[in-house]
């Protein structure tokens, strides 16, 4: 609202109260019977309504006055707003407080300070919250006063307005040249519109456009799509008061240049948006200040003068002085208005801090259909739980017993009672059947048929079944097999990774993986994925061109799958963790949209179908790599074998080995034919309609080709007939692609019998033709049929026929297009090529090269599990053989397996999911060399995201070009971390303790120091990594990080994202730099990087005797270097300098002539003092303790 009209005179009685920090004075002009119901805190706030005397009759349909309430005593009103939610009244006021009211009857519901000292300038309520603006600041809080978000503009903003256009977009204008465009899921400013005319003091909004109106007095007409001006009205000569728009009506009220200044301007300024034109001004009868269309019956104008006169009057009619009402105000002037959204409730906001409630009836609501206000639930004291006496097990404790001295009636003496303990439930016979005894001590595997460490009494005979409770079981291989029949295979079933004191470090990953290939840690959230992943890893075009995509997204998929191949790369049979390229997952809205983002519980109870979960995501992360890859132009990397581009412009090479373009065609019963191009990346299987019985024979060929020219039958609706019409929908492939993914849709039991069925029809016709009998063609059989002739006698013995059961699906498949661009699919032999005159475009043979299956495990709540046909150039490198395998990969289980094995799905446990075929000799169509696309750049210096950062001192210098690192140079590193997830853990009933989840970790702060040159110590990295997800720890004693290090609207540290200092770090590692630093293989497991050994140097196993405890980095700076460090927190910049001083006294220790038994003495006697001084460091005034001294100064003032 504009007040440059005011009279300066009229504010100076109450300007006083608009500064906060005086005491707010009671206006001694107020009536007394005013303030008779008014009770006020110490402050001079008002705690309670005022209600009208009873006394006061609303005529139905005519505005009256029907309640009066105090926000804050002499304290004026800046603006009111009727929530559009709930039945709630908010006034905000000049003390930056902000009150809301409930219903008609003005009850105090909240109350709350929005700002120290600003004024609130606009209230909005949106569905979970209310939004407040200030002048410089945008707050998001709840209907109770908590904060949601708190947004900060820039010091010379001005604001005082804002509009929401949808629910999650909002513009704000002030007295500058621009508005900003915020949305409110991401809390970022997405957009900064310039205005031609600055000033933009108020905003409305109608279906066709945007209206600003400026201080200048003119109202700027907006496109809602683009912002951009589309007509301009000249209102006033002098300042604009207020307008609205209502239909194609915008009414305008405001000021006119006078000699002596500015004077109020009775004229209306009306104007038909149809022509963009004004029509005939409305005069009024009082000084216009506030307008407010209230189109009840008519399109009827509420003008109120700052004096409290109104006036309804029609914007194209004549104004009647018998609709002149009279606002009785506490305060000289009115400095607010707004009407509900029903139009039956008016408000105004007065100088003196009131709120005046104007209706057309006693029940007035304030919208049409408000949901139910939440309110604070009464203290119930007296209400006790109802108590089931029939229960055995109910707590008696639940009746709270008054203390009392005198004896209790249920006190009988010893001699009337006798202690009957409560009989032990029988022993479970599966126990006692499988006991061994040594001694007179039973041992038996668990069954598991009863919660941990708990037995339930079941005093009942109707009560002896048990809670089947599916514990997840310890890793499966390595255990005694149970007892009675496991149907799931042991290198199948889920495994689990078993904590110790020591983490991971003592945990035998060889004994699951004896290959050089890495396996996936499965503890991480969402790592149900950990197959898929493996089996684009093992496509060597999708490695090559992840590992070649770099962009400066912060949360690119593409970016984070190429970081974790990598590590898989560089891993020699050690597992590594997709802990980084999960975090992103996390963050992508259409993950979360499709569900792809599960709960901690949820994927080990086994509530969710794991195996329509991972199809869903094969789709995504088909679709997102595409789109990740296409917003980018191919790299170098990937060009024809001609010398051709292999990447078009707007293709992506996910397309190229992916896509295939599709023709849809749709058939109406009238002839009207609509074909339709487009492209997919997978198929789905389509299969026969299921109430056929019995089932007949199929091929998987058959059903390939149905599901690829897939045709059916739907409603549609038709241009022609123009109405719905039964059409006849068919689909045709135009171009083969690369690789064919298969989503196997297997979601129900009727999908899952078809399996089964043509399963063994398949080992029927192989058992036949095994047998020298000739298999019948062009006949429809049932499986009875089969079996009969399955019956004879077989001429030739087979080895095994185990291998050939439950398989369906064949390791080869040619594909052919016709002329006709008729699609013919066949089985092929693996050992056959095609012919040599077949068109290689339009002729592909694909060889079998992934299945993913569900496992269906009760007990562990199932998992996923991936066959991949490893080809020859992964053997190259890792084993430096060359040949092909089929492998088994179980989250870190890795497996060599038979071919057959791979297409077995028995239907009861083994569900396949996703198919994979690979064109033959896929990898000669590109060039598959990998350019590392991390540049020297990364290390210069880069802004930080915290807005407060350049106020302090810098903490570090960044590398100059003449100091890039060097192979073999040395680098001093120290991460700090805090805790995202707390440690899940177990009590034995031994007293140990049992980790069953660690904490899930995240890096906060990287520092790197100069190992060498004449700024040795000096850091070149200190990066404090932002984080969007929820920090339940921050770990400040041993962290030093403080909560707000990490928000960049109030940090002063340098902030970044994880993304840009894992790039640095992944350039001084592809660099071959030698890392120093104490305890790095957390430091780099956390951060998710993977270093080869040789440029690892960690003194915490420099000073380690084996079979000894690892000593503290406090200890060894005491003991070695008379340095005290981490006397009050850890500080990582004194971590990393004192590593690389204690690797300075390493080398001095063991190259200056010293024999390996001088070091070894050098250790028993570090050992012997720790054992001494309990591995404790003296303070400083105790006896022993060294001098400190510090070696290198801190870098400051840079």
């Avoid at 790592?527 to 070649?548: K, T, W």
């Amino acid at each position: 609202m504009n007040f440059e009209g005011l009279d300066p005179s009229s504010l100076a009685e109450y300007a006083s109260p608009l500064h906060p920090a005086l005491e707010p004075v009671l206006d001694p002009h107020l009536p007394a019977t005013l303030l008779q119901n008014v009770e006020l805190d110490p402050d001079g706030v008002a705690l309670d309504g005022m209600p009208v005397p009873e006394s006061v009759h609303i005529m139905e349909g005519v505005y009256s006055e029907l309640h009066t309430a105090v926000s804050e005593v002499g304290v004026p009103v800046s603006v009111a707003h009727f929530d559009l939610h709930e039945e709630m009244l908010w006034v905000g006021n000049h003390g930056g407080h902000a009150t809301s009211f409930f219903g008609p009857t003005l009850e105090r519901y909240s109350s709350f300070q929005v700002h120290s000292s600003d004024d609130v300038r606009h209230i909005q309520s949106l569905e979970n919250g209310v939004l407040f603006l200030t002048k410089t600041n945008l707050k998001y809080m709840s209907r109770g006063g908590l904060i949601i978000f708190d947004y900060l503009m820039d010091e010379s903003e001005d604001m005082h307005s804002l509009l929401l256009t949808d629910p999650s977009t909002l513009l704000v204008g002030g007295l500058q040249n621009h508005v900003i465009e915020i949305d409110l899921n991401t809390v970022q400013e997405t957009q900064k519109y310039t205005v031609e005319v600055p000033g933009v003091t108020i905003m409305r909004q109608s279906n066709r456009f945007f209206f600003c109106g400026h201080t200048s007095g003119k109202v700027s007409v907006r496109d809602l799509r683009t912002f951009a001006v589309e007509h301009e009205l000249d209102a006033y000569s002098g300042s604009l008061s207020d307008f609205d728009v209502h239909g194609n009506l915008l009414a305008a009220c405001g000021f006119s240049s006078r000699r002596a200044g500015l004077a109020c301007d009775r004229f209306l300024k009306v104007y038909d948006l149809r022509v963009m034109r004004a029509i005939t001004p409305l005069q009024v009868h009082v000084d216009p200040a506030f307008l407010r269309f209230v189109p009840t019956y008519t399109s009827r104008l509420a003008i109120v003068s700052q004096t409290g006169q109104g006036q309804f009057c029609e914007p194209t009619g004549l104004a009647n002085p018998a609709d002149i009402f009279h606002v009785t105000t506490v305060g000289q002037l009115l400095m607010t208005f707004d009407v509900s959204g029903t139009k039956q409730a008016l408000a105004f906001g007065d100088s003196e801090g009131c709120v005046h409630l104007w209706a057309d009836s006693p029940e007035a609501t304030f919208n049409a259909f408000s949901r139910e206000t939440d309110f604070a639930l009464p203290c119930i004291v007296d209400s006790l739980p109802h108590l089931d006496w029939g229960q055995d097990l109910v707590p008696l404790s639940l009746i709270p017993v008054p203390l009392t001295s005198e004896t209790l009636l249920s006190d009988w003496p010893a001699a009337n009672s006798v202690p009957a303990p409560r009989r032990a439930p029988p022993v479970d016979p599966e126990i006692l059947r499988t006991m061994k005894k040594v001694g007179f001590i039973g041992y038996a595997p668990n069954p598991r048929t009863k919660l941990r460490n708990q037995i339930p009494y079941r005093l009942k005979e109707m009560d002896n079944e048990f809670d089947s409770f599916s514990q997840v079981p310890e890793s499966p291989i390595g255990r005694e097999e149970e007892p009675h029949l496991y149907m799931v295979a042991k290198k199948y079933r889920k495994v689990t990774i078993k904590y110790s004191k020591l983490g991971l470090e003592d945990f035998d990953f060889k004994h699951y993986n004896k290959t050089l290939f890495a396996g996936l840690e499965p503890h991480i959230p969402n790592a149900y994925c950990n197959c898929m992943i493996q089996v684009l890893y093992f496509l060597e075009p999708v490695r090559c061109l992840v590992q070649n995509h770099l962009c400066q997204k912060e949360f690119c998929l593409g970016c984070e799958l190429g970081f974790l191949f990598h590590m898989l790369d560089l891993s020699r049979g050690d597992p590594c963790q997709g802990s980084n390229f999960l975090r992103a997952f996390r963050t992508i809205p259409e993950a979360s949209a499709l569900g792809l983002i599960l709960a901690d519980s949820d994927e080990a109870t086994g509530k969710v179908n794991l195996g329509r979960l991972i199809q869903s995501w094969n789709r995504f992360i088909l679709t997102q790599l595409h789109q990740e890859t296409q917003e980018q132009e191919g790299p170098q990397a990937y060009r024809g074998a001609g010398g051709s581009s292999f990447a078009s412009a707007g293709e992506s090479v996910i397309g190229q080995l992916f896509s295939c373009e599709m023709e849809n065609c749709s058939m109406c019963r009238c002839g009207k034919e609509t074909v339709r191009v487009s492209s997919t990346l997978l198929f789905t299987l389509s299969y026969p309609d299921s109430t056929e019985k019995p089932i007949k024979d199929y091929e998987f060929v058959q059903i390939l080709k149905r599901s690829i020219c897939l045709e059916q039958s739907t409603q549609a609706w038709c241009e022609n007939c123009e109405k719905y019409q039964p059409t006849v929908q068919t689909r045709n492939i135009r171009c083969l692609p690369d690789v064919l993914v298969i989503n196997c849709e297997v979601n129900s039991s009727k999908e899952a019998d078809f399996w089964k069925v043509q399963a063994e029809f398949a080992f029927q016709k192989a058992l036949m033709k095994r047998g020298g009998l000739e298999v019948p063609k062009g006949k429809d059989l049932v499986l009875s049929d089969w079996k009969e002739l399955g019956s004879a006698e077989p001429g030739q013995p087979y080895p095994s026929m185990e291998e050939l059961k439950n398989v369906w699906i064949p390791h080869a498949i040619r594909m052919r297009l016709t002329k006709n661009k008729e699609l013919d699919v066949c089985n092929w032999s693996e050992s056959d090529e095609p012919s040599v005159s077949d068109d290689p475009d339009s002729v592909h043979v694909y060889d079998l090269m992934a299945t993913v299956v569900h496992i269906l495990d009760s007990r562990t709540g199932g998992s996923l599990v991936g066959h991949i046909k490893v080809g020859e150039t992964y053997h190259q490198r890792k084993e430096g053989v060359t040949h092909q395998q089929w492998y088994l990969f179980n989250d870190f289980l890795i497996e060599p397996v038979d071919k057959w094995e791979a297409v077995q799905f028995d239907m009861s446990w083994k569900v396949p999911a996703v198919l994979y075929y690979a064109r033959r000799n896929l990898n000669a169509k590109y060039n598959l060399a990998i350019k590392n696309p991390i540049e020297a750049s990364v290390l210069l210096a880069e802004a930080s995201l915290a807005r407060k950062q350049r106020k302090c001192h810098a903490t570090f210098i960044p590398l100059m070009l003449s100091e890039m690192p060097q192979a073999g140079d040395l680098v001093g590193l120290d991460a700090e971390f805090v805790t995202l997830n707390e440690e899940e853990a177990e009590l034995r009933s031994d007293g140990t303790k049992s980790t069953i989840k660690p904490s899930q970790m995240s890096v906060a702060r990287i520092t790197c120091v100069r190992g060498q040159g004449p700024n040795e110590g000096v850091p070149f990295i200190d990066d404090y990594i932002s984080t969007q997800e929820q920090v339940v720890d921050y770990l400040t004693q041993y962290s030093g990080i403080k909560p707000g290090d990490l928000d960049a609207k109030i940090s002063s540290k340098h902030l970044t994202t994880l993304k840009s200092t894992y790039l640095k770090l992944r350039f001084l590692i592809d660099v071959g730099v030698k890392f120093v630093g104490h305890g790095l293989q957390k430091d780099f497991r956390v951060i998710n990087l993977m270093v080869p050994k040789d440029q690892v140097i960690d003194t915490v196993y420099l000073f380690h005797i084996p079979r000894k405890r690892m000593i503290s980095l406090r200890f060894l700076a005491w003991y070695f270097l008379d340095l005290k460090i981490q006397a009050e927190t850890h500080d990582s910049i004194e971590d990393a300098r004192t590593a690389l001083q204690l690797y300075r006294k390493y080398l001095a220790l063991s190259q200056g002539g010293a024999e390996p038994d001088d070091v070894r003495k050098v250790l028993k006697g570090l050992y012997e003092k720790g054992r001494k001084m309990d591995w404790k460091v003296p303070e400083p005034d105790g006896p022993g303790s060294p001098k400190h001294a510090a070696v290198y100064p801190p870098v400051l003032a840079l």
